[in-house]
T-cell receptor, first 113, second 113 residues
């Protein structure tokens, strides 16, 4: 099983749609969770951290379910500029991998007019 | 001012050559990383340094040797380049060790011919 697993998509949605991405992780001791965004031929950039209680930033909502080892990202009212690859990122805890940020393979989102 | 800068941005070289990629961060971070993004866009950690000390070495061939002359710099030297080394290499830094946001450089697109 991969350490961090995402549905690679691609997701093709019209402007204004709501879209949800899921991610699962294998290390139950993982401590920190993030969603990054990567535009084509650019570097990854932090979109938002994910907290146990869930958190929202404008049109973006992130949820964490530690029991199921599952993270989600919801984007409401999609914009053309949301088109990118969304990366689920987990900070490993314990053992020789302590502090290692592990990336999922990314989910490709295309928002069309 | 670019927070994490790496050079060169593009590198085309022949098999068997030795090449270096340089990385510098002006954020005052203690931790720096090298990631490799292959043709399937999967981002995989190669090395992590904390205060100039090697912390993570993810089963990378010995041909890859990182060097951190000070905590603001983490260079990557690659000996005897192979076709399979073709990828985008990202340098990154973070304040804490894995638990906080990582800032990425623009990437170095390495093509081995």
């Amino acid at each position: 099983r991969k350490e961090v697993e995402q549905d690679p998509g691609p997701f093709n949605v019209p402007e204004g749609a709501t879209v949800a991405f899921n991610c699962t992780y294998s290390n139950s001791a993982s401590q920190s969770f993030f969603w990054y965004r990567q535009d084509c031929r650019k570097e990854p950039k932090l979109l938002m951290s994910v907290y146990s209680s869930g958190n929202e930033d404008g049109r973006f909502t992130a949820q964490l379910n530690r029991a199921s080892q599952y993270i989600s990202l919801l984007i409401r009212d999609s914009k053309l500029s949301d088109s990118a690859t969304y990366l689920c990122v987990v900070n490993n805890a314990g053992g020789t991998s302590y502090g290692k940020l592990t990336f999922g393979q990314g989910t490709i989102l295309t928002v069309h007019p | 001012d670019t927070a994490v800068s790496q050079t060169p941005k593009y590198l085309v070289t022949q098999m068997g050559n030795d090449k270096s990629i340089k990385c510098e961060q002006n954020l005052g971070h203690d931790t720096m990383y090298w990631y490799k993004q292959d043709s399937k866009k999967f981002l995989k950690i190669m090395f992590s340094y904390n205060n100039k000390e090697l912390i993570i070495n993810e089963t990378v061939p010995n041909r890859f040797s990182p060097k951190s002359p000070d905590k603001a710099h983490l260079n990557l030297h690659i000996n005897s380049l192979e076709l399979g080394d073709s990828a985008v290499y990202f340098c990154a830094s973070s304040q804490g060790f894995g638990s906080t946001e990582a800032f990425f450089g623009q990437g170095t697109r390495l093509t081995v011919v």
